[in-house]
């Protein structure tokens, strides 16, 4: 794995890989709800808030 | 809480981004030249501010301060100090959940703004006015396109194996976090988990899979593979992790919420003028650090807290400080921090040469302490001899609240009914001469409508 720079923790053959791997998976699932934000947006239907762009509590 | 001695903090000395140190015994961080543009993106970014504002980052100042090793240093910031610093192992279910989910967010803000969160792990989370803050400012660094999550291992370790195990199996698990100081490894964590865990996607994918990944790639070495990852995988990974852990539930079971107290012996009136008691005596001393030793759910932490006293509210059940916690978030309490503790083998001090993190000893001492209802637990439970307990509570604090429970209470005889008495120095007189080696005796109140005697004393 290529880092610039190096981590100071070793991330983990193991964990990198498999990190990869479901995020490459899930990430299709993003541009998808994306994608389907867009659709939804030609018809006029708003996207739900994202909670973290609120500067409210968070726990 | 202690001072501590000036120089590099023990616990700060894995990244080489800057350090902890104390002088004249205030808290310091130098920031080292090889994180002035990391730390210039975090400030110029608006992302500081941001943090700070949601309560997520502990606030800091710049100063003039001369570092503490020049050579490598470009700046000394001092963040505020934390009032108590707990651990992990100390949490609760939710604390630690919330802990987990403070994480998460940070990241996940940090990732808007070019920014990453480099390590994730759980001992860089406090709790700061009743909310889960990240304490270090060093932990962020310039976001590069395509690259993974360094912290994934790390978070999988700190916080979703201890709260799966601790949802999924039970609530002690949490204890492994003591033995295993960077998290619980996910090979143990997948064996003990039960099977049913292996049709949860997350659980499933976030730490079967992973173990059994970090098993195959053991000794191997990855090659260079730039621009794996894209931001929206990033994405998808971090909200992954966050719905995983937002569906781990941890519900007390046997216990009831709210009827704690309904198990014990004194009445109404005997529970109120205890409280006024506390309530009283904390206001007349005024003690910045209050620890409340026993302090189940926190109803007398909460007496003291209303001195304006940083009160910790220490308890060996995990249920009852769950309870407690869910009060202070309901009430946006802020002075009131509850912890799992057991005060017959409190936290030791753990990690690298025995200082990475402190024992509940050397967190202290507290300007005052309470112990109610816990002398009968200790001195007849677990035999602790009562002069040694004096001296124990002697080194906690400077004032003490203690309240006697005699032998003809009905929670006492309950606990010698199934075994020899073997404490005949256990009375309101033998206590008195015990603790009078090491205490002076301001007041001795009987509390109304029990047998029970309330002292306040100071130490010599």
């Known amino acids: ?59 | 809480m202690a001072t501590p001695t000036d120089g590099q903090l023990p616990a700060s000395f894995r990244d080489p981004s800057g350090f902890l140190f104390s002088r004249n015994g205030i808290l310091y961080r130098q920031i080292n030249r090889a994180y002035t543009e990391d730390y210039a993106r975090l400030m110029d970014s608006g992302l500081y501010e941001k943090l700070v504002k949601a309560g997520l980052l502990i606030p800091h100042g710049e100063t003039d301060q001369a570092p503490a090793e020049s050579e490598a240093a470009f700046k000394v910031i001092q963040p505020e100090r934390a009032p108590f610093i707990s651990y992990p192992y100390e949490w609760s279910f939710s604390q630690l959940k919330d802990a987990a989910l403070a994480t998460l967010s940070i990241h996940k803000r940090a990732l808007k703004l070019g920014m990453s969160l480099k390590d994730a792990s759980a001992y860089n989370i406090q709790f700061v006015r009743g909310k889960a803050t990240l304490i270090d400012t060093l932990s962020f660094e310039v976001y590069k396109k395509g690259e993974p999550w360094t912290a994934y291992k790390q978070f999988c370790q700190h916080f979703l194996a201890p709260l799966a195990l601790m949802s999924y199996r039970d609530v002690r698990l949490s204890q492994l976090l003591r033995v295993y100081i960077d998290g619980v490894p996910l090979d143990l964590a997948s064996e003990l988990l039960p099977f049913k865990t292996k049709f949860n996607f997350g659980l499933l994918t976030h730490i079967h899979i992973h173990a059994g990944s970090q098993k195959r790639y053991a000794d191997k070495t990855v090659g260079p593979r730039k621009g794996m990852m894209s931001q929206q995988a990033m994405i998808g990974l971090i909200e992954s992790l966050e719905s995983t852990i937002k569906k781990l539930t941890w519900t007390p079971a046997g216990t009831e919420w709210g009827a704690y107290y309904e198990a014990t012996n004194y009445s109404d009136s005997a529970f109120e003028h205890k409280k006024q008691l506390v309530r009283e005596w904390t206001a007349e001393k005024n003690p910045n650090l209050v620890w409340d030793l026993g302090g189940n759910t926190g109803v007398f932490s909460r007496e003291a807290a209303t001195s304006g006293a940083f009160t910790v509210s220490f308890d060996i059940d995990p249920a009852a400080v769950e309870q407690n916690y869910q009060v202070v978030k309901k009430n946006k309490e802020q002075n009131l921090l509850p912890l799992v503790l057991d005060l017959t083998n409190p936290s030791p001090s753990i990690g690298w040469d025995h200082a990475e993190r402190d024992s509940f000893g050397q967190r202290g001492p507290a300007d005052m302490a309470l112990a109610l209802a816990v002398i009968h637990h200790l001195a007849i439970s677990n035999n602790v001899p009562l002069p040694q307990l004096a001296q124990f509570f002697a080194a906690r604090a400077k004032w003490l609240v203690i309240e006697f429970v005699p032998k003809s209470d009905s929670q006492v005889k309950r606990l010698l009914s199934s075994r020899k008495d073997i404490f005949p120095t256990y009375t309101r007189d033998g206590f008195e001469a015990a603790f009078l080696q090491y205490f002076k005796i301001h007041k001795a109140e009987p509390v109304r409508d029990s047998e029970r005697m309330l002292y306040l004393m100071e130490t010599q």
């Open chain 1, 1 to 59: 794995m290529h880092f610039s720079p190096l981590p100071y923790l070793d991330p983990g053959s193991g964990s990198l890989i498999i990190q990869i791997i479901i995020a490459v998976l899930l990430g299709l699932g993003v541009a998808l709800r994306a994608s389907w934000g867009k659709i939804k947006g030609l018809f006029g239907i708003k996207p739900k808030a994202d909670d973290d762009d609120t500067d409210g509590d968070s726990n």
